[in-house]
């Protein structure tokens, strides 16, 4: 999936003003998958989204903690939470259908096999030439294996619309977008008293002091 350009970056701005810019346009790209991913069958539409979250997460681990509010590293967590599990549906999408692949060459092959057995002139096949079979084990074992992946990832899904759901209601967009407005404040003046009993003010490094 192509990322979104970020438009308005300042090479002479600040690096907390960039990074909101750019934390609001991956916020945008994560949200614009929903509601798609929310269905089951949108395989395309999970994955990108996961990409999305990863996107998000990468510049909330540079800046979270140094440019913006608080609430700015629960959501880096959030977003990792959300990007594992998104991971882990992935895994299981790519998963079953190389399973399903290669079982169906198995039980192919020992069709095949079982054909064979059969006399040339033989006018049905007697169903004892497929049992024992040299793959039968291995596709039987990779049914199993497709059984289970499935009932992962529909367990894996379901707790993905619980994320979501909680996500959205805990505010989890608007309150990120108010992080990254908020700036952490920067280091105070000095404050030191001069020996008259006036506040000393601060000069250039390296420019002389001020003789009386």
Not at 3 to 10: F, I, M, P, Q, S
Request: aromatic share 6%; glycine share 4%.
């Amino acid at each position: 999936m192509k990322a979104r350009k970020v438009r308005g970056l300042e090479p002479e701005g600040t690096l907390a003003d960039n990074a909101e810019r750019i934390v609001r346009v991956r916020l945008d790209e994560l949200q614009s998958f929903i509601p798609r991913a929310l269905d089951p069958t949108e395989v395309v539409a999970l994955h990108d989204m996961r990409i999305a979250a990863k996107r998000l997460r990468y510049v909330l681990e540079v800046t979270a903690e140094t440019c913006f509010g608080p609430y700015a590293e629960t959501a880096l967590k959030r977003t990792k939470e959300l990007q594992d599990l998104l991971g882990e549906i992935h895994d299981c999408d790519v998963q079953l259908p190389r399973v399903l692949e290669r079982m169906e060459e198995l039980r192919a092959a020992d069709a095949r096999t079982a054909r064979l057995r059969a006399p040339a002139n033989a006018s049905d096949l007697d169903p004892r030439f497929a049992t024992r079979t040299v793959n039968a084990r291995a596709w039987r074992g990779l049914e199993t294996l497709a059984v289970y992946l499935q009932a992962r990832r529909e367990l894996l899904f379901e707790r993905f619309l619980e994320m979501w759901t909680r996500l959205e209601r805990d505010g989890f967009r608007a309150r990120l977008r108010y992080a990254a407005s908020e700036r952490l404040p920067g280091p105070e003046p000095s404050t030191a008293a001069a020996p008259d009993g006036n506040r000393a003010r601060r000069r250039p490094v390296g420019s002389p002091a001020t003789t009386r």
